[in-house]
């Protein structure tokens, strides 16, 4: 061998064979004798494959000029990857290869520690409580785990490539692009590393409180993406709403003890003084009218202390078995004897025999009833149905009016809160809160062809 191919061959730090036409090898280097443990002396002449066992190399296809991937295997019974590049030469006036092979070890260590921490990676995001969403510098979803999806209600594949903003109500979906844009020139950070309390909306295209942190990440090649951790708030949001609820409540309670004490009877003694001088009169007395009308603003009041207590302080209910659809049929029987209700028809269908409070009850559908009612301006028919399901009583209560306004249904429930030129504001709150003592449910739903349907459910018992 030449002096300057005999230094490389010497030097190399991969191994170097050199092989005959039968597979025999016929040279091996220093590094190979380091990479499989055997000496030069111990290896010569035998067939390569003792080093670099296969059906490939028994078959002498050496693929020139292609490098891949083999397994080696050392004297001590040992196997290990080996990239494997071979080239043809002559050897004595025969045709001969050149094996060049270069240890794997490491890098194959390498990849699969890193597979491992891939996959620990991957299970901790996927098996997360919490929603991971990952994003590029364009701000386009990248990774969207199980979590993200039920919290969001769209699949991976609704949402992969698409703009991040496609979760966020108005204006934030509008101002998001804007964000990203300045951060990422400015380096200014408003949210990076700062969790804070923001909106998101769901595929429904409802809107609820999350808690947000965000992390940035850079790869090999400069590219930056961004993840985002989402804490659902609902829960504990709703659990400050019901807190302030009842401070208000118990703070209206207080109130509403000394309006009922201090005005409520002083109320039923004048109304009592003036309905007995309104007897008194002449039919045709002309102050007469006046002290009538004083008697019904009275009365009027005293419905509004009247509801203010309920609301505020309600009393334990005294349930008992009955039938629910006769409850609905005699309360609209109630509501359409009224002379401003005699072009109004109410239908009611379906029964069920439930166990509640039957005086609280009528109050709950009384409401109900008189706000479908008045929606119409007490013309028109309104649909009660009564059903039965999965042990619940479902009724639905649906007027054909103008529908309620989004912002106006989102505070139906609200107290004092009405659109009549008359009336407390207290009529539906008091309805929920009864309802709900009856471990019930209550939704105001606007169908897309018009009107309201008020719904009740109840526990049927078992």
Known sequence: MEPVLQSIFDSAVDGIIV????????????????????????????????????????????KLGIGREVRGRRKDGRTFPLHLSVGQMELNGEPAFTAILHDLTLRSAIEDALR???????????SAVDAIIVIDERGSIEAFNPSAERLFGYSFDEVVGRNVNMLMPSPDR??????????????????????????????DGTT???????????????????????????????????????????????????????????????????????????????DRPILIDIITRLDGLDRIVQDMLMFARPRALRQAPMPLGLLVRETASLITRDPTMKTLHIAVSGDADIVGDREMLQIVFQNILMNAAQAMDGTGQV??????????????????????????????????????HRGTGLGLPIAKRIVEAHGGTLHIDVPPDGGTTISVDLPLPT
């Open 116 to 126: 491992k921490s891939e996959e620990r990676v991957r299970s901790i995001v996927e």
């Open 174 to 203: 509008e101002r998001h692009d804007g964000y990203l844009h300045h951060y990422l020139t400015t380096g200014e950070q408003k949210i990076i590393g700062i969790g804070r309390e923001v909106t998101a909306r769901r595929k």
């Open 383 to 420: 649909d009660v149905t009564i059903t039965n399901a999965g042990g619940r009583c479902h009724v639905a209560v649906a007027d054909c009016g103008p529908g309620m306004p989004d912002e106006i249904r989102a505070k139906a429930f609200d107290a004092f809160f009405t659109t009549k």
């Open 208 to 286: 609820f409180p999350v808690h947000l942190s965000v992390g940035e990440m850079k790869s090999g090649d400069g590219k930056r993406s961004f993840t985002g951790i989402l804490h659902d708030l609902s829960d504990r949001v709703g659990l400050e709403q019901r807190l302030a609820e009842q401070k208000s409540l118990a703070k209206l309670g207080e109130m509403a003890a000394v309006v009922a004490h201090e005005v409520k009877n002083p109320i039923a003694g004048i109304r009592g003084a003036l309905q007995v001088i309104t007897a008194r009169m002449p039919a045709d007395q002309r």
């Open 19 to 62: 092989i005959d036409a039968r597979g025999l090898i016929k040279a091996f280097s220093p590094a190979a004798e380091r990479l499989f443990g055997y000496t030069a002396a111990e290896v010569l002449d035998h067939n390569i494959t003792v080093l670099v066992p296969g059906p490939d190399f028994g078959q002498h296809d050496w």
